[in-house]
T-cell receptor
């Protein structure tokens, strides 16, 4: 089955710096890649997603890139702010029908003022 | 904005007891999921449900687990005889009409299950 690896497990940056989180997936049939942000004790919330027919997607300070050949995708956060501090999970899902999300192991991002 | 809701927020139970976790998916959604997250670990898929039957289940979802949609709004997860290792946060999620990868999975706030 699908396996999603995520790095780094923790990431500390100064406010205003950029942060990059990387994920790799194993199943070439996966074609949907969402990113969820989870604050302490809260539900995962979708922040951005990308489908396999697109190489890059941007939404204000966050962007996601996808390399289908290498089977990896990355989350980029620019101009980080303390409120970006949270755990970020990548996930992968297959193309057709009714499909589960397979999550990565998470990255704890800490943005220091 | 509509949200998935879950009750209770925290459930404490003794090992061997049955628990039922309840979810109310977003009203026009047809596809439902349960995930769990052991403290400090990743979110893991348990089961997906559509048209009153299980579509897929993981190896975690053994005979001790069952799901049900008892009425038009609730979606429940039952654990028949809880074990210590069932202690986790359980998230319900739902998606819209097509159920394909184009549909965002919206997560509920979770039920923290503690088995003593």
């Amino acid at each position: 089955g699908e396996n999603v690896e995520q790095h780094p497990s923790t990431l500390s940056v100064q406010e205003g710096d950029s942060a990059v989180i990387k994920c790799t997936y194993s199943d070439s049939a996966s074609n949907y890649f969402p990113w969820y942000k989870q604050e302490l004790g809260k539900r995962p919330q979708l922040i951005i997603d990308i489908r396999s027919n697109v190489g890059e997607k941007k939404d204000q300070r966050i962007a996601v890139t996808l390399n289908k050949t290498a089977k990896h995708f990355s989350l980029h956060i620019t101009e980080t702010q303390p409120e970006d501090s949270a755990v970020y999970f990548c996930a992968a899902s297959k193309a057709a029908g009714f499909q589960k999300l397979v999550f990565g192991t998470g990255t704890r991002l800490l943005v220091s003022p | 904005e509509p949200e998935v809701t879950q009750t209770p927020s925290h459930q404490v139970t003794q090992m061997g007891q049955e628990v039922i976790l309840r979810c109310v998916p977003i009203s026009n959604h047809l596809y439902f999921y349960w995930y769990r997250q052991i403290l400090g670990q990743k979110v893991e898929f348990l089961v997906s449900f559509y048209n009153n039957e299980i579509s897929e289940k993981s190896e975690i979802f053994d005979d001790q687990f069952s799901v049900e949609r008892p009425d038009g709004s609730n979606f429940t997860l039952k654990i028949r005889s809880t074990k210590l290792e069932d202690s986790a946060m359980y998230f319900c999620a739902s998606t819209g009409l097509t159920g394909g990868p184009a549909d965002t999975q919206y997560f509920g706030p979770g039920t923290r299950l503690t088995v003593l």
